[in-house]
């Protein structure tokens, strides 16, 4: 299972760490935060490989946004700093199941979702 918590409205400029809880086990999977704002389709937003070897960003969030685990306590975490109304949007984690030898940001690629959390941004 995956479930995300720590969701809220925020101003512009302020800081928000979402978590994504994870059964086990957790270790074994790359992980991704996606997110979907209205009337837009879903967007990958950050990755990490299993052994926390490697990081990859959208352009759109890089510098303000790190991913990081903690594979201990089964938790993917997303800390946004510098939020902006344009990262308004739902953020959802996914356990990639295939293709995962190397960094995939394909959607189809993802075979386990949490049921995500809102982030709001207001200007």
């Known amino acids: 299972y995956l479930e995300e918590s720590g969701g809220g409205l925020v101003q512009a400029g302020a800081s928000l760490r979402i978590s994504c809880k994870a059964g086990?086990?957790?270790?074994?999977?790359?992980m991704s935060w996606f997110r979907q704002a209205p009337g837009k389709e879903r967007e990958f937003v950050a990755y990490i490989d299993a052994l926390v070897r490697d990081t990859v960003y959208s352009d759109s969030v890089k510098g303000r946004f790190t991913i990081s685990r903690d594979n201990g306590k089964n938790t993917l975490y997303l800390q946004m700093d510098n939020l902006k109304p344009e990262d308004t949007a739902v953020y959802f984690c996914?356990?990639?199941?295939?293709?995962?030898?190397?960094?995939?940001?394909?959607?189809?690629?993802?075979?386990?979702w949490g049921q995500g959390t809102q982030v709001t941004v207001s200007a």
């Open positions: 996914a356990a990639c199941t295939r293709d995962c030898m190397d960094f995939t940001s394909e959607l189809s690629n993802y075979g386990y």
């Open positions: 086990n086990p957790f270790h074994n999977y790359v």
